[in-house]
């Protein structure tokens, strides 16, 4: 029972163009959504954040929506760039933070092409 | 001069023994966590600890023990090794929602 789904298992984009993720939650009472990066060997690395009472956040090239109606986030990377080649992982929680865990999905990997 | 960190980072051990997985945070953070990274690839919430109090903890094995001996430290126990308990395992650092992930450490049973 996925509570969590990125249904894309990887993207391939070309350097410079727009890359799109996609996230698909079910569980309304999630009121913070996430983005984390992953290079292989690594742990994810907290990328950007967005709380329900938002529906756009913006940092430098990073941009992710949510359509609360919709249950539905994404995630842009403009221009994208080689180093952006990770998995990305989408993850929902709660704004209240402290004991939570966070739900993951299974991530995308995307592949910038030069 | 890392925020969150593990060791070791690999480890490979026969079934049925007893290992320790150690993880410091100097980001001064008050909740730690531990996840698993199977081998379908999700991440999945193992324990919780806030202010040396277990907080969550999900449906994981009671081989399993979480030790905190001060707020900047959260060791992983695992008694009885089980092939099934391959994997990698991550700790994370939170103050708030985002949290912050150690490298990993890959379990090998064999």
């Known amino acids: 029972d996925q509570q969590v789904k990125q249904n894309s298992p990887s993207l391939s984009v070309q350097e410079g163009r727009i890359s799109i993720l996609n996230c698909d939650y079910t569980n309304s009472m999630f009121d913070y959504f996430l983005w984390y990066k992953k290079y292989p060997a690594e742990g994810p690395t907290f990328l950007i954040s967005?709380?329900?009472?938002?529906d756009k956040n913006e940092d430098g090239r990073f941009t992710v929506f949510l359509n609360k109606s919709a249950k539905h986030l994404s995630l842009h990377i403009v221009p994208s760039q080689p180093g952006d080649s990770a998995v990305y992982f989408c993850?929902?929680?709660?704004?209240?933070?402290?004991?939570?865990?966070?739900?993951f999905g299974k991530g995308t990997h995307l592949i910038i092409q030069p | 001069d890392t925020a969150v960190s593990q060791t070791p980072k690999y480890l490979v051990t026969q079934m049925g023994n007893d290992k320790s997985i150690k993880c410091e945070q100097n980001l001064g953070h008050d909740t730690m966590y531990w996840y698993k990274q199977d081998s379908k690839k999700f991440l999945k919430i193992m324990f919780s600890?806030?202010?040396?109090?277990?907080?969550i903890n999900e449906t994981v094995p009671n081989r399993f023990s979480p030790k905190s001996p001060d707020k900047a430290h959260l060791n992983l126990h695992i008694n009885s090794l089980e092939l099934g308990d391959s994997a990698v395992y991550f700790c994370?650092?939170?103050?708030?929602?985002?949290?912050?992930f150690g490298p990993g450490t890959r379990l090998t049973v064999t």
């Open positions: 994370a650092s939170s103050q708030r929602a985002e949290q912050y």
């Open positions: 600890y806030n202010n040396k109090e277990l907080i």
């Open positions: 967005i709380s329900s009472i938002k």
């Open positions: 993850a929902v929680g709660r704004s209240g933070g402290g004991a939570d865990g966070l739900t």
